[in-house]
Structure formats: structure tokens, C-alpha cells
């Protein structure tokens, strides 16, 4: 796979075409795994991972399952590549900072992403536009079976799926949601569903997951127990949460508009006004005017964009990419000039290098 030709498409999961897309950014199922002849990661020598790599990514290529998957030696890559990959949601920085040999292997569609010798042999991770948890669990599902006839899983009758972490054993899952809640950062009211989450052993992550600062209002809701229940117990909890959280998020918006429709779109305007025609720009502002574009969009106080296009822009502006746009290494200050340059010609055609 050529990462380059990445630079010049978006993923699904960008393109805002699916269910409640307006709020769920991307619904994402990841699976935690372990060989059972081999030892875990944080215990195997670099043979042994480079054994585990090419069986797994040999393996995996040729898997008889719909879309199919191009392996990238993570190990060979330098750091802005590694870091692009993580801007792109197909790679955790747990692989991307790793020592020793690791790979991925990337569906083209970039919804489907496995990676080897991470924290365990194999994440494997599906990754949907909007609130569809349901096909993202059948999907991975069925490429969990796949992968399941060609290797032996490390499993316990009584802890299930063995992982480096014992928070991970059982099944092994994470079911995450990525929410967009500007409406109710604005008002002070996210305070509430953070509470009200964590009583209910939920975690509320930032955009990269766990480790990660929210940025740009966007927040990961995902569940931390993954023992004592079954896949589908754990998936329908989430599945429960996320709709309130719209609801409450829509009705704030709602009231916004109805109460204070002015200065709501006076800030929306003003943030548009300067992405538009920033000279320098760092990556947290635009997070943040983004995250205001955005939802002007989905109020329809800003006509002239689609949504699909301000998700492009939140990730294409991230360092990494910027970087890979222009071809170059820059610096954090060369940097803020390249992504006003790349915010003016997305939203006015004005390009000044």
C-alpha cells in the first residue's frame, strides 16, 4: 500500500454518510488477541515478534473475506508516517512509539484495520461512519471467525480471550462511539454526561482514545469492562447510552438557536471568518473553529459546505498530514503557515504557499 495515495482520499468513516452522523462521528470495534504458542509481546524477544509478524501478516493476506487487506511493515516507517497513521485512526500509538518488528494490514477503504505485535499479537479494529454499531459487530465478527480457523487464540475457559492486560481478558472488546458535542461544551452541560457515565462504567476518551486530550469537542464513549459479559451484553449497553447522549446534545443545540440564535451565529461566522483567512494557525484553534464550522453545518447556518468536508479538514490540518501534503518535515511554527494555507484554498480557492 502506498501511504502517499492515501493523502488524496478519505476514509468511510470521514464521509458523515452514516446513521446520526450529525453527532456520531464513527462507531469502532476493536478486538484484543493472543496466539497461544507464542509468548505475549511484552514478553517476546525481537524474533519471536518478527516470527509472529510475518505468520500473522502471511496469514491475514490471505484471508477468503470481502474487502481486501495490504500490509504495511510499521517498523520500516518513519515517524511522520507513523504518525499519519495514527491521525488517520488506523494504527493506536501504542504501535506507532513500539519497538521490534510490527505491521498492519489496511482494508482500502480504511474501515478495517488489524495490527500486529501492538500491546497484544493482533487488534483488530472496524471502524463505521455514524451510530452503526450493529454492522461494525457483524463485520468483525465475521473476520474474527476468518482469522480464528488459521491460528489458535490464547483462551481460558474460565477468563476467555488471554491478554497482556487483564483488563482486556474476557472478550477482549472495546466498542467505542466518537461523539461530536459542542452544544453541550458551550453550556457547561458535558460535566453531566461525563458523571453519568462513569456510574454506569463507561469511559469517555479524547479523539486518539485512551491517553488522548478531547480536542475540538470530539469525545470517544467507550466501555471498560470486557469481563463477565458477552460480546453482545457489552455492545448493547453502549448501544443504550448513545442515544440519550444525541438526544441531549440535539436539544441543546435546539435551544441555542431558539434562545440565542444571533450570537450562536455570530460565533459560527466569526470562527468560519478566520479559518478562511488565518495567515498562521495551530492545530488546537483549528480544532476548536472547526468543531463551530461543524456544527453550523449541521444547523444549516452555513450553506456553501458539506459536512464530509469539514471531517476531511479535522484530519488533513493534523501535523502528520500536513506534512505529507507538502512533501516536507516542518516545524511547529512552519507548520501553522502550511495549514492556513491549506484552510484558505479548501474554503476560498485562495492559495498563497
Same mark, same amino acid.
Given at each position: 500500500?502506498?501511504?502517499?495515495?492515501?493523502?488524496?482520499?478519505?476514509?468511510?468513516?470521514?464521509?458523515?454518510?452514516?446513521?446520526?452522523?450529525?453527532?456520531?462521528?464513527?462507531?469502532?470495534?476493536?478486538?484484543?488477541?493472543?496466539?497461544?504458542?507464542?509468548?505475549?509481546?511484552?514478553?517476546?524477544?525481537?524474533? =519471536?515478534?518478527?516470527?509472529?509478524?510475518?505468520?500473522?501478516?502471511?496469514?491475514?493476506?490471505?484471508?477468503?473475506?470481502?474487502?481486501?487487506?495490504?500490509?504495511?511493515?510499521?517498523?520500516?516507517?518513519?515517524?511522520?508516517?507513523?504518525?499519519?497513521?495514527?491521525?488517520?485512526?488506523?494504527?493506536?500509538?501504542?504501535?506507532?512509539?513500539?519497538?521490534?518488528?510490527?505491521?498492519?494490514?489496511?482494508?482500502?477503504?480504511?474501515?478495517?484495520?488489524?495490527?500486529?505485535?501492538?500491546?497484544?499479537?493482533?487488534? =483488530?479494529?472496524?471502524?463505521?461512519?455514524?451510530?452503526?454499531?450493529?454492522?461494525?459487530?457483524?463485520?468483525?465478527?465475521?473476520?474474527?471467525?476468518?482469522?480464528?480457523?488459521?491460528?489458535?487464540?490464547?483462551?481460558?475457559?474460565?477468563?476467555?480471550?488471554?491478554?497482556?492486560?487483564?483488563?482486556?481478558?474476557?472478550?477482549?472488546?472495546?466498542?467505542?462511539?466518537?461523539?461530536?458535542?459542542?452544544?453541550?461544551?458551550?453550556?457547561?452541560?458535558?460535566?453531566?454526561?461525563?458523571?453519568?457515565?462513569?456510574?454506569?462504567?463507561?469511559?469517555?476518551?479524547?479523539?486518539?482514545?485512551?491517553?488522548?486530550?478531547?480536542?475540538?469537542?470530539?469525545?470517544?464513549?467507550?466501555?471498560? =469492562?470486557?469481563?463477565?459479559?458477552?460480546?453482545?451484553?457489552?455492545?448493547?449497553?453502549?448501544?443504550?447510552?448513545?442515544?440519550?447522549?444525541?438526544?441531549?446534545?440535539?436539544?441543546?443545540?435546539?435551544?441555542?438557536?431558539?434562545?440565542?440564535?444571533?450570537?450562536?451565529?455570530?460565533?459560527?461566522? $466569526?470562527?468560519?471568518?478566520?479559518?478562511?483567512?488565518?495567515?498562521?494557525?495551530?492545530?488546537?484553534?483549528?480544532?476548536?473553529?472547526?468543531?463551530?464550522?461543524?456544527?453550523? =453545518?449541521?444547523?444549516?447556518?452555513?450553506?456553501?459546505?458539506?459536512?464530509?468536508?469539514?471531517?476531511?479538514?479535522?484530519?488533513?490540518?493534523?501535523?502528520?498530514?500536513?506534512?505529507?501534503?507538502?512533501?516536507?518535515?516542518?516545524?511547529?511554527?512552519?507548520?501553522?503557515?502550511?495549514?492556513?494555507?491549506?484552510? $484558505?484554498?479548501?474554503?476560498?480557492?485562495?492559495?498563497?504557499?
Amino acid at each position: 500500500m502506498n501511504l502517499n495515495a492515501l493523502i488524496e482520499t478519505s476514509g468511510e468513516w470521514l464521509r458523515g454518510g452514516g446513521p446520526e452522523s450529525d453527532i456520531v462521528v464513527s462507531s469502532r470495534i476493536r478486538l484484543a488477541r493472543n496466539l497461544a504458542q507464542f509468548p505475549f509481546p511484552i514478553r517476546a524477544s525481537d524474533a =519471536v515478534k518478527a516470527e509472529v509478524s510475518e505468520l500473522l501478516c502471511n496469514r491475514l493476506l490471505d484471508l477468503d473475506f470481502g474487502p481486501q487487506l495490504y500490509s504495511l511493515d510499521v517498523g520500516d516507517l518513519n515517524e511522520v508516517d507513523r504518525q499519519f497513521l495514527v491521525e488517520r485512526q488506523l494504527i493506536s500509538r501504542e504501535l506507532s512509539d513500539g519497538v521490534g518488528p510490527r505491521c498492519v494490514c489496511i482494508s482500502r477503504e480504511e474501515n478495517l484495520s488489524v495490527m500486529v505485535n501492538e500491546e497484544d499479537h493482533l487488534r =483488530v479494529q472496524v471502524l463505521h461512519s455514524g451510530f452503526s454499531l450493529g454492522d461494525t459487530w457483524s463485520q468483525i465478527s465475521e473476520l474474527d471467525d476468518n482469522i480464528e480457523q488459521h491460528v489458535t487464540y490464547a483462551f481460558s475457559d474460565r477468563f476467555g480471550y488471554l491478554t497482556s492486560c487483564p483488563t482486556n481478558c474476557g472478550t477482549g472488546i472495546r466498542v467505542s462511539v466518537m461523539l461530536h458535542l459542542p452544544a453541550l461544551v458551550l453550556t457547561k452541560e458535558i460535566q453531566k454526561v461525563f458523571q453519568a457515565l462513569q456510574k454506569i462504567s463507561l469511559a469517555v476518551r479524547g479523539l486518539y482514545g485512551e491517553g488522548s486530550q478531547a480536542m475540538g469537542d470530539f469525545y470517544q464513549v467507550s466501555n471498560q =469492562v470486557t469481563l463477565g459479559k458477552s460480546e453482545q451484553q457489552i455492545i448493547e449497553n453502549v448501544q443504550e447510552v448513545i442515544p440519550n447522549i444525541i438526544a441531549y446534545e440535539r436539544r441543546v443545540r435546539n435551544k441555542l438557536v431558539s434562545e440565542n440564535r444571533r450570537n450562536l451565529h455570530d460565533q459560527i461566522a $466569526r470562527a468560519y471568518g478566520i479559518l478562511r483567512n488565518a495567515q498562521t494557525i495551530s492545530s488546537e484553534e483549528t480544532m476548536h473553529l472547526l468543531s463551530s464550522v461543524r456544527m453550523g =453545518v449541521n444547523l444549516g447556518l452555513i450553506d456553501e459546505l458539506e459536512m464530509a468536508t469539514v471531517n476531511e479538514m479535522l484530519i488533513q490540518t493534523q501535523p502528520a498530514h500536513l506534512q505529507k501534503l507538502r512533501g516536507e518535515d516542518l516545524q511547529s511554527a512552519e507548520r501553522n503557515v502550511a495549514r492556513a494555507s491549506y484552510l $484558505r484554498e479548501r474554503l476560498t480557492g485562495d492559495f498563497t504557499g
